[in-house]
């Protein structure tokens, strides 16, 4: 079966660049899609199609797609980024979530 | 505004059976697949079905293949998922989600719903 694997956590500092990676086999021919999710609250989504942002998500986050790898790229991290992200995808008609990784803003 | 209610979770012993439902919403819920998604306690995010608007093309993950069947009404906007044969390992919050178009094996999920907790115990 299909396999998404991320980090288990990154941190990173206030206004830096934080950057979670998804690995896949060839995932860059297919799209990627990031949830983030808060302690107690359900996912939302934060970018879809690989790197389109929708309606109510800043400008700072960002994504690519391509060979194995998908990132997710927040730049000017603030403190309201910190949460689980998961990646996702789809392979063979099936829905396939990374394992998450938690992002840490100190 | 797009509003998805979970309901029917509950605590159910080992090889009984649960039928959740999801309230849709604040959108044209019949021209839209959905799914539903479930999170262990403290683990991630996991797949479980998704249906297309007509109900014509089904997916099921592995895991539950065999033992949980979505279906819907579009006269109702509502979703549902019959799990029978339980095991400990269903044990989750399970979450529905709105597709991005008519068809259940792509596109994104959004939003989700607040879920509703299933909790398989003796």
């Known amino acids: 079966s299909y396999e998404l694997t991320q980090p288990p956590s990154v941190s990173v500092s206030p206004g830096q660049t934080a950057s979670i990676t998804c690995s896949g086999d060839?995932?860059?021919?297919?799209?990627a899609y990031w949830y983030q999710q808060k302690p107690g609250q359900s996912p939302v989504l934060v970018l879809y199609?690989?790197?389109k942002r929708p309606s109510g998500i800043p400008e700072r986050f960002s994504g690519s797609n391509s060979g194995n790898t998908a990132t997710l790229t927040i730049s000017g991290t603030q403190a309201m980024d910190e949460a689980d992200y998961y990646c996702?995808?789809?392979?063979?008609?099936?829905?396939?979530f990374g394992g998450g990784t938690k992002l840490t803003v100190l | 505004e797009v509003q998805l209610v979970e309901s029917g979770g509950g605590l159910v012993q080992p090889g009984r059976s649960l039928r959740l439902s999801c309230a849709a919403s604040g959108f044209a819920f019949a021209d839209y697949a959905m799914h539903w998604v479930r999170q262990a306690p403290g683990k991630g995010l996991e797949w479980v079905s998704g249906i297309s608007w007509n109900s014509g093309s089904i997916a099921y993950a592995e895991s539950v293949k065999g033992r949980f069947t979505i279906s819907r009404d579009n006269a109702k906007n509502s979703l549902y998922l019959q799990m029978n044969s339980l095991r400990a390992e269903d044990t989750a919050l399970y979450y529905c989600?709105?597709?991005?178009?008519?068809?259940?094996?792509?596109?994104?999920?959004?939003?989700w719903g607040q879920g509703t907790l299933v909790t398989v115990s003796s």
């Open positions: 199609q690989d790197s």
């Open positions: 989600a709105k597709a991005q178009g008519q068809d259940p094996y792509s596109g994104k999920f959004d939003p």
């Open positions: 060839k995932l860059g021919v297919k799209y």
């Open positions: 996702q995808a789809w392979d063979s008609s099936t829905g396939v």
